[in-house]
């Protein structure tokens, strides 16, 4: 059983940068796929970044590429979300997600909610004009 706990969240303003923090309390941290997501008031929650177990692979949601970046730190324990040039549109609650190694993670599936097992309780993110 993997609890997750995000932190990093706060408010800014747009053009700003956060970097949010996941620290997974796991034994074997380094066999989860991760994946980061969002979710704004009245909208579904959307993945925004996933990550393989070693870090080989990453993904990121066409709405961020070029703005977020995801890393991991496996003798940390800890997922980590880089974002810059905040924009008003990245206002939401951010989560992150894990899955452990053979339950069916792949990158076509890395945005999927059903595909992580794990969820942190998030962090809230507000960028303001």
């Known amino acids: 059983q993997a609890q997750l706990v995000e932190s990093g969240g706060g408010s800014v303003q747009a053009g700003g940068s956060l970097r949010l923090s996941c620290v997974v309390s796991?034994?074997?941290?380094?066999?989860?796929?991760m994946g980061w997501f969002r979710q704004a008031p009245g909208k579904e929650r959307e993945g925004v970044a996933a990550?393989?177990?070693?870090?080989?692979?990453?993904n990121v949601a066409a709405s961020v590429k070029g703005r977020f970046t995801i890393s991991r730190d496996n003798a940390k324990n800890t997922l980590y979300l880089q974002m810059n040039n905040l924009k008003p549109e990245d206002t939401a609650m951010y989560y992150c997600?894990?899955?452990?190694?053979?339950?069916?993670?792949?990158?076509?599936?890395?945005?999927?909610?059903?595909?992580?097992?794990?969820w942190g309780q998030g962090t809230q993110v507000t960028v303001s004009s």
């Open positions: 990550i393989s177990t070693g870090g080989g692979t990453t």
């Open positions: 796991v034994y074997t941290f380094s066999s989860y796929h």
């Open positions: 997600a894990a899955a452990p190694r053979g339950t069916g993670w792949s990158p076509s599936r890395a945005f999927s909610a059903p595909t992580y097992n794990y």
